[in-house]
């Protein structure tokens, strides 16, 4: 049976090697960002174990800080519009005064200020107190653009299985 | 040349046949104006007339034109100098036809980023796969105008801001459902009509005629396959196995795919990298010669964020580039009616060249040993419905089969 397991494990690694697959597990300390992956990835799999013994929330960022769970987005130009009336006045052949009034939207630039924003959440959960938690199949593999950071309420240990850039 | 810049332009073009030419000739000013009626509005849902034993209201409807513009610009491209004995007539095997082939390849590339960049960057609306931006919807209005070669409307910090808007893992992607939103936002809310008819592309059979375009990487189109919402409802006949989804996009949205290394692509900073780079290899050098190929660059093919073009009735027009004019193709042409033949963007082989005698001395080409391929383009892009072209700001799925999509 050992054998059997033994076999079963080679396959496993030799098809991990062929589709660039990487495994990484780790702990995370209580109320700390961990930053998991630093680089564009395709999360294949994804485990959360509860080591402090109470239910605990999980989040997962698409975020590369090794710090923060937030990202900076820069100030930029946004456009918009409001109603306003023009009006319009000639004189008409007759020699009467016209005037028009057109109610228009009328459009405008303005700067919005950089502002810094929780990043996005790829995966969230609570795991029950020494319990394990697996994201349903359908939901998986998971996307990041930026790389991979976890926070938690208490200690927790995690394993994901992973492919580099995207 | 003229057949192969015929050849190689086409088949690097995607943009060249899109839009309706305009009819520019040379002294007509540097500035390109364009009219356009509008209609007037509809200014009520419903209509209360009066009794016949009333007088009538009376309904006065006044349209106006618009006029938009836009300004030429024109780019040279040059290929090294090639040394030319004459007495001995000697070239290397093929260098010319193949520098020739690279020119064309570089001018067609050059026209499809211009007029692209021209309808993303006019285009007064934006679509946001997945906008996590509260209070904000995924179609969004956006700093709009001309780009010039010293800024763009649209600049690193505005698509740093667009791709950090963008939602996390597959509610950021361009799938299905997406392409369908993307689509019912053009109807209802920014109002844009489907092709009224297009010259040329994506075929002669007018199959775009009534349908709205849009023009994306291919791993969009290649995602469908693998998209739940098309696996549930997919016909049984649809054979997903040995080949991969076909046709029309939930039936109005036709794909054109642009060319491999064309598709437009962005980073976190909102800097779009160089889609090709020439890499060192090691094995072989011939002295000081270094051994390059020209290969997809790694930021490229990475980058987070790619920007697709939804676009209705003819967001634009633009000047014709490329190919030569209609007589080239006809059945028999003159030698004398061929040579006086010109056309924006021909590559022509030039002599007329300044030759590096080292330690600072140039002097002309007096001895005729050296040549040159070069080709003046004209560009030009008119706005003339910029609203009519969304730019679609998206996730990129790399490998779409291993991340099946919502």
Known sequence: MNKLFVLFAAAFLSLSAVFGQ???????????????????????????????????????????????????????????????????????????????????????????????????????????????????????????????????VGTASYSITYVPQL | MATQQVKYYEHYSRWKNKYPKMDWKPNMGDTLVGIVPQYSPKSRQYAT???????????????????????????????????????????????????????????????????????????????????????????????????????????????????????????????????????????????????????GKPGENAIQRGKFMLTAESGVYNALQFDTHVLNVKPLAMNLLNSGFAGVISDNVTFLQEWQGSALRFDVDGVFPQPEIEVELADITYGTTYNYETQPNPSYTQAPYAVAVFEGDEAGQDLPVGPPPAPFNQASISTSKFNKMRWNGEVILTDDVLVNYGSGVYDSNKYAEYVQLISHVTVGYLPKTARNAIPVVYRRLLAPSLAATV
């Open chain 2, 49 to 199: 007339p009066q009794n016949l034993t009333a007088q009538g209201n009376r309904n006065v409807v006044s349209n106006y034109e618009r006029n938009n513009s836009g300004r030429p610009k024109h780019e040279y491209f040059e290929s090294f100098q090639f040394n030319w004995v004459p007495s001995f007539a000697d070239f290397r095997t093929g260098q010319i036809n193949f520098a020739n082939k690279d020119l064309t390849r570089q001018i067609a590339f050059f026209y499809d980023d211009f007029t692209r960049w021209n309808v993303v960057n006019y285009a007064p609306n934006i679509y946001i796969v997945g906008n996590n931006t509260a209070g904000e919807s995924p179609y969004i209005p956006c700093v709009a105008g001309e780009p010039t070669a010293a800024s763009s409307p649209k600049d690193a910090a505005f698509w740093a801001a667009m791709g950090a808007k963008v939602g996390p893992d597959r509610a950021g992607f361009l799938d299905f459902r997406n392409i369908c939103a993307v689509r019912d936002y053009a109807e209802t809310v920014a109002g844009i009509i489907p092709w009224g008819g297009m010259p």
């Open chain 1, 22 to 152: 990487v495994t990484k597990s780790g702990t995370i300390s209580a109320a700390t960002t961990t930053l998991l992956l630093s680089t564009p990835a395709s999360i294949v799999s994804l485990t959360v174990y509860d080591t402090s013994g109470a239910a605990n929330a999980v989040v997962f960022y698409d975020n590369n800080s090794a710090s923060s769970t937030n990202i900076v987005r820069p100030s930029y130009t946004a456009a918009g519009s409001y109603l306003t009336n023009r009006v319009s006045t000639y004189t008409a052949s007759t020699g009467v005064s016209v005037s028009l009034t057109n109610t228009v939207l009328y459009p405008y630039t303005y700067t919005v200020a950089a502002a810094t924003n929780e990043a996005n959440r790829v995966f969230y959960t609570i795991v029950p107190a020494s319990g394990i938690v697996t994201p349903d199949d359908a939901s998986m593999p998971l996307g990041v653009s930026r790389g991979l950071t976890v926070r938690t």
